[in-house]
């Protein structure tokens, strides 16, 4: 089978879990559609560096992969950025643990409250309300999974920086669940 009739095979396979994979990765799913089609893209024109030794699945989510964070990279690099809050307040202890202190009213550790489509909406609605810069930090580290140091070369920020944007973003979400679940 010549590469044109192997990428159409996987095109037929693949899309429908790639996609999936990008839509839980990426809020918006139309950027989710365009990422698939550039990860066949990507493999179209780099198909001679397929060598086999994974399943044709793996080297496509690993491509898409990247895709994702490119997505994200770019999204913080043409993001402005305006701080509203810096108080610097002590909401969470050096573990990213809340504070007892100022732990939100009616917060259960113990709840599940990703298990609760609720919250979920809530939690994706104050999201999309962050500012660009902080939503993209937030993406990668919680999302995508990638650490910190990762995050820090990806972006081409400095750990104090990477921190303190964490950090902001919290603050915002902790405010915005507060208004928007636990005092609703």
């Known amino acids: 089978m010549d590469t044109k009739e192997t990428l ?5 396979e693949y ?6 994979f990008a839509v839980s990765k990426i809020p918006d799913t139309e950027i989710g559609k365009d990422l698939v089609q550039d990860t066949f893209l990507a493999a179209y024109t780099g198909f001679d560096s397929y060598n086999g030794k994974s399943s044709p699945k793996t080297w496509l989510l690993g491509i898409l992969k990247h895709k994702i964070a490119d997505y994200y990279r770019d999204a913080y690099k043409n993001a402005v950025y305006q701080d509203s809050n810096s108080s610097g307040s002590p909401f969470f202890e050096d573990t990213g643990m809340w504070n007892v202190k100022h732990m939100p009213k009616h917060f259960d550790a113990n709840s599940n409250l990703l298990d609760d489509t609720g919250f979920l ?7 999309e309300k ?3 810069k902080l939503n993209t ?9 990638q650490s910190g140091s990762q995050i820090c070369k990806d972006l081409n920020i400095s750990a104090t920086n990477f921190w303190q944007i964490l950090h902001r973003a919290k ?3 902790r405010e915005c669940l507060e208004i928007n ?4």
Do not use: G, H, I
């Open 8 to 12: 159409k095979a996987w095109v037929r």
């Open 15 to 20: 899309t429908e879990s790639l996609y999936s």
């Open 121 to 127: 909406y809530v939690l994706n609605d104050c999201m």
């Open 130 to 132: 962050l500012p660009q």
């Open 137 to 145: 930090v937030v993406q990668l580290k919680y999302y995508t999974n």
């Open 171 to 173: 603050l915002r979400m």
């Open 181 to 184: 679940w636990f005092k609703a």
